[in-house]
């Protein structure tokens, strides 16, 4: 079936250094792809999203990338932060009639030393 | 607006006992949806509605039920509890049923079946 693969599963930086985390879809018809911030004892939240017909988003400190004829898609965050201490997750959503399928990844726990 | 709320926010149940894990939106959203979230798995879909009198299994809809009587509340039935079902449970929900569309998470139900 359809699956979402997520790597690293755990990343250590130092504050004001860049973290890549970086994801692989299996299903083509896959058209939106939404990153997540979890926070501990929290739901994910959305910090952003990029759909199929664009290869690049970025807002403020974060950058998403995707890579249609790889099916690679990357979240890029610079000049990390304590606060961006969480777990992110990817994931791909797919519309089928009557509704749509987001499959997420197995999430990345970042860590941001100060 | 509250956004998603969901009760309890943890439970402890014996096997073979059954409960109902309660979810509401008041954002008028169409789709509604629960996930499981256990470690190293991501957000696992269970069941998901597109409206009221509407709903659907997702990918681990096994022991467990959902109805849809109204578009605020998203009841998740556990008919008869077990160890493997001891996770987190997010409710989550969506504007629109299309691919596209935020989804907002509530905070969690911690579950854990002894």
């Known amino acids: 079936g359809e699956n979402v693969e997520q790597h690293p599963s755990t990343l250590s930086v130092q504050e004001g250094d860049s973290a890549v985390i970086k994801c692989t879809y299996s299903?083509?018809?896959?058209?939106?792809f939404p990153w997540y911030k979890q926070e501990l004892g929290k739901g994910p939240q959305l910090i952003i999203d990029?759909?199929?017909?664009?290869g690049e988003k970025k807002d403020q400190r974060i950058a998403v990338t995707l890579n249609k004829t790889a099916k690679h898609f990357s979240l890029h965050i610079t000049e990390t932060q304590p606060e961006d201490s969480a777990v992110y997750f990817c994931?791909?959503?797919?519309?089928?009639?009557?509704?749509?399928?987001?499959?997420f990844g197995a999430g990345t726990r970042l860590f941001v030393k100060a | 607006n509250a956004g998603v709320t969901q009760t309890p926010k943890f439970q402890v149940l014996k096997t073979g006992q059954s409960m109902t894990l309660q979810c509401a939106q008041d954002?008028?959203?169409?789709?509604m949806s629960w996930y499981r979230q256990d470690p190293g798995m991501g957000l696992r879909l269970i069941h998901y509605?597109?409206?009221?009198?509407?709903?659907d299994q997702g990918e681990v809809p096994n022991g467990y039920n959902v109805s849809r009587s109204t578009t605020e509340d998203f009841p998740l039935r556990l008919l008869s509890a077990a160890p493997s079902q001891t996770s987190v449970y997010f409710c989550?929900?969506?504007?629109?049923?299309?691919?596209?569309?935020?989804?907002?998470f509530g905070e969690g139900s911690w579950l854990t079946v002894v």
């Open positions: 994931a791909a959503t797919t519309s089928h009639t009557g509704g749509f399928k987001t499959i």
């Open positions: 954002m008028n959203h169409e789709y």
């Open positions: 509605s597109v409206g009221a009198g509407i709903t």
């Open positions: 990029i759909r199929s017909n664009v």
């Open positions: 989550a929900s969506s504007y629109r049923r299309t691919s596209g569309n935020t989804i907002y």
């Open positions: 299903d083509s018809a896959s058209n939106y």
